[in-house]
């Protein structure tokens, strides 16, 4: 597979892809990133000036590039109807058009595909003043599962048994409009499907830590650190959600004349009444993709042109490392509720003499320094033999790692052993 490719996007996730693709085979000179990071200008060449958001001057820049396969990292640009505009000059694009992304900038539409498609998930109802969010929690009782029916940054889910709480969150996202959702029960996984509009492969299991500190306590975030595999699962598991969440909402999105070619991302919980749907993405997770393509072996480029070209029953099973990976995400004083100034970040080469991966984020050099720009910083992202060994090298990696302020959650991957799911 030797085809210019366009990676868009700056974050984790994205230096993540670059690094697997060059790990699977693509030459690095084959790789444009637009805007970047500071991370991942070290490996490839990126356009730090690009707005990946607007369909103009991306596809402006791809035609400039010679670009032959365009991989969308973030959710906004498939939302703006980049991909689209890219497909319109004959570029093959991984990532769905802005109406098949609907599926994750609309819970309500993700609600209405499930629907007609039988996917299982939460009940739940579509609210557009607060009266009906008053009248629709008080029926679903506690705890209460708000969200804003839009995209949010990971923000937008409140789960609470604060029943003010509750209703102060929708308050603030009530110009969205409102889903109240059923509280679903156990543990979640993330499972990503490869689709290019009529079939699809899947790739491995990971597990997401939302919550921004240990114990699952604090608010919301984008995801503060994964594991893959996971040995808890039960047998069948990747085929029951190919069958019953994966191929259904793909078929379903043909049906209504919007193929999905690129990403899905089920977030499923495992209820003690079976497999339920509580999000879909439109776009590779951040941070499980650290941890998913850490361990893959097979060309992720050749997969992805596959699927964006309408190939994907040409390609042979996906194979994984038998080793497990472990990522944990360094994030800034305060965040995710305050924002904090930039800061000097040291001790990233020290890190990666440990021998694992960092996947930056919101870094960048200003006069010749490293800093530390935003929310989520970077993820150090480690493999081993077991979770003990992982853990240990994720741990002894991110302690090298100075930035004032900053945390990270200190159990990432600490129950992964031990988890079981009532069968
Ligand atoms: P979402 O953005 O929809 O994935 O929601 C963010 C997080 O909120 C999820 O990862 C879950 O931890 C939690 N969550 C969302 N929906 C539900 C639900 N119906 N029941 C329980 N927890 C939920
Ligand atoms: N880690 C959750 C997400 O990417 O939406």
């Avoid at 990532?95 to 819970?107: D, H, N, T, V």
């Avoid at 995801?223 to 029951?240: D, H, K, R, T, V």
């Avoid at 990976?325 to 970040?345: C, D, F, H, K, Q």
Wanted: hydrophobic content about 45%; glycine content about 10%; aromatic content about 6%.
């Amino acid at each position: 597979m030797d085809v210019k490719i366009l990676v868009l996007g700056q974050g984790a996730r994205e230096h993540a892809i670059i690094k697997a693709l060059i790990r699977t085979g693509t030459p690095a000179a084959d790789i444009t990133v637009a805007p970047g990071n500071a991370g991942i200008a070290r490996e490839v060449a990126c356009q730090p000036n690009l707005d990946p958001n607007s369909p103009t001057d991306v596809v402006k820049f791809a035609l400039e590039q010679g670009a032959k396969l365009a991989i969308i990292g973030p959710e906004a640009p498939l939302v703006a109807g980049v991909s689209d505009a890219l497909r319109a000059e004959g570029i093959a694009v991984f990532g769905p058009s802005k109406e098949a992304a609907q599926l994750e900038g609309s819970k309500s539409f993700a609600k209405q595909v499930m629907a007609a498609a039988g996917v299982p998930t939460g009940m739940a109802r579509t609210c557009t003043t607060i009266d009906e969010v008053i009248s629709a929690i008080d029926d679903f009782g506690a705890p209460y599962v708000i969200k804003a029916d839009g995209l949010a940054a990971g923000k937008g889910v409140l789960v609470t048994t604060d029943r003010e709480a509750a209703i102060a969150h929708a308050e603030s996202y009530i110009e969205m409009g409102i889903l109240v959702e059923e509280f679903l029960d156990g543990p979640e996984v993330s499972l990503f499907f490869v689709s290019d509009g009529t079939s699809v492969i899947p790739l491995t299991p990971a597990q997401d830590f939302k919550r921004a500190f240990d114990n699952d306590q604090g608010p919301n975030t984008g995801g503060m650190g994964a594991y893959s595999p996971l040995p808890w699962l039960p047998a069948n598991f990747i085929e029951e959600v190919e069958e019953k969440v994966a191929l259904p909402t793909i078929n379903e999105l043909a049906r209504l004349g919007a193929p999905f070619i690129g990403l899905l991302y089920c977030g499923l919980i495992i209820t003690k009444r079976g497999i339920r749907v509580i999000e879909f993405n439109a776009r590779f997770g951040d941070p499980e993709t650290q941890v998913v393509l850490r361990r893959l072996n097979s060309s992720l480029s050749n997969l992805l042109y596959k699927a964006a070209t309408g190939h994907l029953e040409g390609v042979s099973e996906l194979t994984f490392s038998k080793e497990v990976a472990v990522t944990v995400v360094l994030a800034s004083e305060g965040y995710p509720v305050t924002a904090a100034p930039n800061r000097p970040i040291t001790g990233i080469q020290e890190a990666e003499a440990t021998g694992i991966e960092v996947c930056h984020a919101a870094t960048a050099t200003v006069n010749g320094e490293l800093m530390a720009t935003g929310g989520r910083v970077l993820s150090v992202v480690a493999t081993g033999q077991d979770f003990e060994a992982a853990r240990a090298k994720a741990y002894e990696g991110i302690q090298k790692i100075s930035l004032q302020g900053s945390h990270y959650r200190k159990d990432i991957a600490a129950k992964a052993d031990s988890l079981k799911v009532s069968e």
